[in-house]
């Protein structure tokens, strides 16, 4: 067994990248994901791979469009208003059926907001967030040690799928330094044998195009079938989530990523007083995982969301339950933390 | 007897979509020519810009990829950073690369990608249907400029290879035309010599054709050749500039 080492959620993230075989890593300066580039700058010279600091996140997320096309497991990172830049590329790269990363340090918005944890780009995420009819796989990491195992499972979906993955944190998990232990797994960096659509140069084989134009009427609405049939694939096989106490729960706390830590601590402060409250807690925000909400749907049932934002992802619960158990809302931004206490105060109004 | 012309391996058999008079069929051909020449079609891709060329990949017959408008430049530094071993060149218009890519166009030849450039300059926007590109000349009349391009509305022709020229790390820059057969060879020379660079290792280096567009500067394709010589080239003239 390896021994637990200290690092910070952006260390941990650009580590587990490392690990998972990312050898291309461009990005662009933004708090609060600074210590993920530097680690980069640093760690992968070690390996061989390419650090670049772009001259915008323009040119961040498409070096990164580049470097996929031509077979690389590549990454970029960012926070807020960076991650509302990079959606240009990002619905190219989902256009193109690429592979590729991003991660979301998520700070507070709209605008240059500031510099403190939020999770207000649940929307830009999870829907869209660029031009077309597009999903990328959202993950999101509560802990400094699920934060690096995730970047595992994020390479592997956007390989599997040749779609963009989305890691949303925020400024409180990247800035968190917890012990973490690392595996002891590498990943074979060089994937190219499993790429055939790579660009390698046209040896022995015929020209690869990678596009995301189609100008013969129909195609692009077929193409576009083929996108929603393994958009369809992704919900079905890859909900992701973590539960706790549903069996008997009337209480369903529902929260992800920071936030749920802050949950958790209240559903299991009040277990031990006897209460009956559960925990969902999403890791996959898209696919929205449906089959953690068939929990003791009735009236009697209260689902809390509580969220870093004004309600985003209260309405993937609300579309999930479709009315069959209440559905209740806490949340702060701008900075604002929802605390314990506020948690705790919200359930005894609803308990009342 | 000795095979003196033949269709470019590196070029599909296929009709293009250009305009008649376009410089874009010429332009294609004379990359696929070198490609083949080079003997670098197993080694070469291409990133084709949004605009005029953005299905150039249906006309060479390599590897090839599309970049978003104005990110070629980010694309290929991607591609290339990743495969040094492969000869990687982006296509580019005027919009392209002088507009809205200006960020990633001066940043890559900062940078000194060991990349190749092919910078097609005709003055005005095609695809979307002639407005003022930031190379039209002044009082030259498009949709977005009915009157003609004024300095105090729309600023001067902006000369990007001369810009581009002041950076260290750029080592090679020509500019060339497309508006007579004696051109068109020199410009050949000059998009060969880009290519070796890369061959070579030398670093960053671009070719700026200019390039007629006889329907979006509203003239036959005779005349059209006629204006670049007359009129454009004492704005732009031809000649290696780095």
């Avoid at chain 2, 990007?160 to 020379?189: D, F, G, N, Q, T």
């Amino acid at each position: 067994m390896s021994k637990k080492i200290l690092m910070t959620g952006n260390e941990a993230i650009a580590e587990g990248a490392i690990q998972a075989g990312c050898r291309f890593y461009a990005g662009y300066p933004i708090t609060p994901q600074n210590e993920l580039p530097a680690y980069m700058a640093k760690r992968m010279p070690e390996v061989e791979g390419v650090f670049i600091q772009a001259e915008s996140e323009l040119g961040a997320i498409n070096m990164v469009f580049g470097a996929s096309a031509a077979g690389a497991r590549a990454m970029t990172s960012s926070s807020s208003p960076g991650m509302s830049l990079k959606q240009e590329g990002i619905s190219y790269i989902a256009g193109a059926e690429l592979p590729a990363v991003i991660v979301n340090v998520m700070r507070g918005g709209p605008g240059l907001g500031n510099i403190w944890p939020a999770q207000s780009d649940y929307f830009q995420a999870t829907r869209s967030g660029g031009h077309g009819d597009y999903h990328s796989i959202v993950l999101a990491p509560s802990c400094v040690q699920e934060a690096y195992e995730l970047m595992f499972l994020a390479f592997d979906l956007a390989d599997k799928y040749r779609t963009p993955a989305i890691i949303l944190g925020d400024g409180m998990l990247g800035q968190m330094m917890e012990p973490i232990r690392l595996s002891a797994e590498h990943r074979t960096p060089n994937t190219e044998h499993r790429k055939k659509w790579t660009l390698t140069g046209c040896k022995g084989r015929s020209p690869n195009i990678v596009k995301s134009f189609y100008m013969v009427e129909g195609d692009l609405e077929k193409f576009n079938l083929t996108l929603q049939r393994k958009y369809k694939t992704i919900q079905q096989k890859e909900e992701r989530f973590e539960s706790l106490f549903l069996d008997d729960a009337r209480i369903i706390l529902v929260a992800y990523g920071s936030m749920a830590r802050i949950a958790k601590s209240v559903v299991n402060n009040l277990r031990k007083k006897g209460k009956k409250v559960g925990l969902v807690r999403p890791i996959t925000l898209w696919p929205f995982p449906q089959k953690a909400f068939t929990y003791n749907l009735s009236p009697k049932t209260y689902y809390l969301v509580i969220e870093m934002s004004y309600g985003q992802m209260l309405e993937d619960v609300k579309l999930t339950i479709n009315g069959k158990a209440k559905v209740e809302f806490l949340g702060r931004a701008g900075g604002g933390i929802p605390t314990e206490e506020d948690i705790m105060n919200k359930i005894k109004r609803i308990s009342v | 007897m000795e095979k003196v012309f033949s269709h470019p391996k590196s070029l599909r058999n296929v009709s293009t979509h250009y305009c008649a008079g376009c410089g874009h069929g010429i332009a294609h051909r004379l990359i696929a020519e070198i490609v083949d020449e080079l003997g670098i079609r197993e080694r070469v891709i291409g990133v084709a810009p949004v605009g005029c060329a953005v299905i150039a990949y249906d006309y060479w017959d390599f590897d090839c990829s599309e970049a978003a408008h104005g990110r070629a430049l980010a694309v290929a530094t991607g591609i290339k950073r990743v495969r040094p071993q492969n000869i990687v060149f982006t296509y580019q218009g005027d919009g392209d690369l002088a507009a809205i890519g200006t960020n990633e166009t001066i940043h890559a030849a900062n940078r000194g990608e060991n990349v190749t450039v092919i910078f097609i300059n005709n003055a005005v926007y095609g695809m979307t249907g002639g407005q003022m590109a930031p190379t039209t000349l002044l009082g030259q009349k498009t949709t977005t400029t009915p009157l003609g391009r004024e300095i105090k509305l729309h600023g001067y022709p902006l000369k990007i290879s001369e810009m581009l020229a002041l950076l260290p790390a750029v080592k090679y820059i020509e500019r060339v035309s497309l508006h007579s057969p004696p051109e068109i060879i020199k410009a050949k020379e000059a998009i060969k010599l880009a290519f070796q660079n890369q061959i070579d290792n030398i670093g960053f280096s671009l070719v700026e054709i200019l390039s007629p567009c006889p329907t979006y500067w509203d003239m036959p394709p005779k005349k059209a050749l006629d204006w670049i010589k007359e009129v454009m080239m004492k704005e732009f003239p031809i000649g290696r500039i780095k």
